[in-house]
């Protein structure tokens, strides 16, 4: 197994001193030097074959001994050195002081056909940022990142990715929903892979232990490898960086609106400088279209993270990096103008991207019917993902049809009656005209449309379904989920059972719903 090894990060940023692998607070450094927690009996349970093309790896590579040992923290890589990140952050809108790669290990860098890649093992043992934790990660948590972060970048959505899923063949101790009732569960190891893993946090952490010389050593970093376009002769380079991640951050958020994603954990050690979804926590889809609704059990309450108020939060992030960025920077006017672009730029491309899932490709504002339907689509449970596929289907010409194409998107056909029912006519014959006066093919249209709504998403349930499989020793679950996602916008005979809602046995069972924090 021969790769291309490359240590921008570690080579360009200063290292803790400490060479203890022992919880402690890190200062004047960016990242710890700690090896992974060898592991019982590793065994492979999946590999990207996509990834392994990215690493430039072969098949013969990805069956050695020499890579499950990687992969799972049992051997190092030679002339490598892993280590941790260290990085604050707000957690729920609060700052929560150093946290740094708890159950994160770095392995290396990658360059191969001129991309950059950082790998990283989740749930390889304890780092000096673990605090109380064991640094390891269960079965349950790493099938839904090793199987999610794949499905999204297929769905179009700037993500990190995975390279591999382990068995670690220990057992680790959780309180699944911190109830008191712990128990142990299987352990396992996610590869996971990204130009790179640099956070909000990363930032936060040295603007806060007021390290100015590294805070500005680590945005020269990011503007070097990864907005190399910038002008670094310029005095405007920082706030040109922080317009960058912006801008990235956006195209994140709209991309999490259009297919329905909910992050559930979106505080600003969870967000990436270069506007990858980062950190596959109690992630879900929506089911039924509903903006107040999170998949986090920890945020039941207040429902800081739920799907209405991602680009909202987004933009809260990015004002505490904003912060961070300050002392470098000693002015406030280009970055309050970025945020205030931030605003105005959400509010344009979320209804474009409406407009656009409704097949409204004319760039005419359709605020009022879009505003129109996200109030009709909240009367009575919806599928997402169903009602806007099945959507492509509507012809304005047929317009007596509506009912008849949507119904399938509806948990309780029964309730679209009466007034309801007058309503949603309404709104159709609204839409037809709308649609006549673009004057676009319906076929064309479909194809447009069919191109931006997928078909299949990994819903918790199908997640759940799989972890059960694994569970039992039946791997092939996985692999037919994994297939099956990496081409969510188009039909498949084989696999289009997943083109469901959910069933009415998850609606309300652990891990088919809404799910913990807890790793």
Known sequence: MKLHIKNTFTSYLPADSDTSNSTRQVENACFSFVEPTPTAQPQLIHVSDEMVDEIGLSKEDINSKEFLNVVTGNAIYDNTKPYAMCYGGHQFGQWAGQLGDGRAINLFEIEHNHKLWAVQLKGAGLTPYSRHADGLAVLRSSIREYLCSEAMHHLGVPTTRALSLSLSGDEVLRDMMYDGNSKYEAGAIVSRVAPSFVRFGNFEILAAQQDHATLKKLADYCIEHFYPHLNFDSKEVYVDFFKEVCNASLEMVIHWQRV?????????????????????????????YDFGWTPNTTDRVNKRYRYGTQGEIVGWNLYKLANALFPIIGEADGLQDALEDYKDQFTQKYYQMMAEKLGLFDQKEHHELIDQLNKLLHKTETDMTIFFRQLSE???????????????????????????????????????TKLNDQNLNDEIRQQKMNAINPRYVLRNYMAQMCIDEVKKGNYQLVDELYQGLKNPYTYQKDFDKWYAKRPDWARNKVGSSMLSCSS
């Open 394 to 432: 509507y012809s304005s010409i047929n317009t007596s049809d509506w009912f008849q194409i949507i119904q399938p998107s509806f948990y309780s056909v029964n309730v679209i009656v009466d007034q309801l029912k007058e309503e949603w006519n309404n709104w159709f014959k609204a839409y037809a």
């Open 260 to 288: 329905g994603f909910v992050h559930g954990v979106m505080n600003t050690d969870n967000m990436s400088i270069l506007g990858l979804t980062i950190d596959y926590g109690p992630y879900g889809w929506l089911e039924g």
